[in-house]
């Protein structure tokens, strides 16, 4: 699954927010099953609507939603990647998320000490990611010292690596993150392996008061500046108002909501806003026993999508009968589909679109 590292300085409000979404996750139905896997980790089942549609169609016993994989990255602080606070331990919690939350506070409290005494939440975007652009500055140098000897001997992995981690370090030695090196396709998937930092998508999530959720504020639009330039986005979460959410019942929730002038909970905006940030989309599987969602990568081929399920449908793969989920409702189901012609056989070459509802075929 797809997980989501949440950072920020202290006091920003990143557990109110990580302690909230999980709570209204768990709350929500059982049809969103979300568990705690530890303290600071939580699975969250991503709403679709068009689940639901599909199970109703086919009368599935069971659904199952994809999951997004949140974990609350404690300690992140000026010097952190000197050991500073919890230190390298939490950069080692990063480095494993596929794209980065930022909590920055957009709301104004004097009660709630800023660590640095101000409000301004792009100074504080700008500490954070220059912690982490010096902690890829000493991984790097590391890496690249423990690279001397196989490059003697002519390794081309180590070649490549090397390559890599050059160009990224002449980044970040001139004030930039890694994010803006431009990486040739050949290179990519031993680019994504190096797992440097400042690469990681980030999202920016901008912590306002109650009365500033709907609409934001002018600190909220100043980020959403600085996202656009940098290629990230953000999102407007009031971290109070998910707070008090996560305490009612999904109706009153729904009421709430509502008077807020909201359409939904911080939590759909925040799955949906990582989905598009790291290119996903969800591929069905859709029987009387159950309809299952699954999250892919655009441009995911059919051999691939079914390896998320298990590796040996990938090793195996013949074929994928494939139904748009348009059709596969407007035709009442996959009889239906298959009668009106709309069901598909893809091979290998098949790249999956958002909504299609797979059947795979395999060799065991
Ligand atoms: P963390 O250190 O980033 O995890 O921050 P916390 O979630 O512990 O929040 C720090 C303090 O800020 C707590 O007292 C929260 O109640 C408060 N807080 C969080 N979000 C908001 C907000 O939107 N408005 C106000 N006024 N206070 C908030």
Redesign the pocket.
């Known amino acids: 699954g797809f997980k989501m590292g949440i950072v920020?300085?202290?006091?920003?409000?990143?557990?109110?927010?990580f302690n909230a979404l999980t709570k209204t996750a768990a709350a929500q139905a059982a049809n969103f099953p979300f568990c705690t896997i530890e303290p600071n980790v939580g699975e969250v089942g991503v709403p679709d609507a068009r689940l639901d549609e599909l199970a109703k169609i086919a009368g599935s016993k069971e659904i199952i939603p994809t999951r997004m994989t949140f974990v609350d990255i404690?300690g992140l602080v000026k010097g952190a990647s000197k050991g500073e606070g919890l230190g390298n331990q939490f950069l080692a919690n990063i480095r494993e998320t596929d794209a980065i939350a930022h909590?920055l506070r957009c709301?104004e409290?004097d009660?709630?000490t800023h660590v640095d005494g101000r409000v301004d939440p792009v100074a504080d975007a700008e500490t954070i990611e220059t912690e982490l652009m010096l902690a890829d500055l000493e991984s790097i140098e590391k890496r690249r010292a423990g690279l001397v000897r196989k490059l003697k001997g002519n390794d081309k992995e180590a070649a490549q690596q090397d390559r890599l981690l050059a160009a990224a370090q002449a980044a970040i030695e001139e004030g930039r993150p890694a994010r803006v090196v431009e990486v040739d396709p050949e290179d990519a998937k031993a680019w994504r392996m190096l797992q440097l930092l400042s690469t990681k998508p980030v999202l920016y999530v901008c912590?306002?008061?109650?009365e500033e959720a709907a609409n934001g504020n002018a600190y909220s639009a100043a980020v959403g500046d600085m996202a656009a330039k940098q290629g990230n986005s953000h999102v407007i979460i009031?971290?109070?108002i998910e707070e008090e959410i996560s305490q009612l019942e999904p109706d009153e929730a729904e009421m709430f909501l509502g008077e807020m002038g909201l359409e939904e909970p911080g939590l759909d905006r925040l799955i949906r806003a990582g989905y598009e940030l790291l290119h996903l989309e969800t591929y069905f599987t859709v029987g009387p026993k159950e309809a299952r969602a699954w999250t892919i990568r655009h441009g995911t081929s059919a051999p691939q999508a079914a390896g998320v399920i298990h590796g040996d449908f990938e090793k195996g793969f013949i074929r994928a009968e494939t139904i748009a989920y348009d059709d596969f409702i407007a035709n009442g189901g996959e009889a239906g589909a298959k009668e009106a012609g709309k069901m598909r056989a893809e091979g290998k070459a098949y790249v999956v679109k958002d909504g299609d509802v797979l059947h795979f075929l395999f060799n065991t």
């Open positions: 920020g300085l202290p006091n920003v409000g990143k557990s109110t927010l404690a909590v709301f409290d009660d709630v912590n306002v008061s109650e009031s971290a109070r």
